[in-house]
């Protein structure tokens, strides 16, 4: 939801700015498409190590248990 206000007001003051005929402070297109990018990078990693490490774990939990001379087993 508060996606939604920000965006609301964020039209707003565009159009705002577009009516007096002034110039946005935003940054350009590109700059923005940076920051989208930066964003992505910071979720990517959680949702990988999320998705990829829970297979890993599994498979080793299975090892184990199947009997397999591993490290762990040893102790």
Not at 5 to 33: E, K, M, Q, T, W
Request: hydrophobic share 50%; no cysteine; aromatic share 10%.
């Amino acid at each position: 939801m508060s996606f939604l206000i920000s965006l609301a007001v964020g039209f707003a003051f565009g159009a705002g700015y577009a009516l007096l005929g002034v110039r946005s402070p935003a940054p350009p297109l590109v700059a923005l498409a940076g920051l989208l990018g930066i964003l992505a990078g910071e979720h990517f990693i959680p949702w990988a190590r999320h998705h990829w490490s829970v297979p890993i774990a599994a498979e080793h939990g299975a090892a184990r248990d199947a009997g397999r001379d591993t490290p762990e087993s040893r102790r």
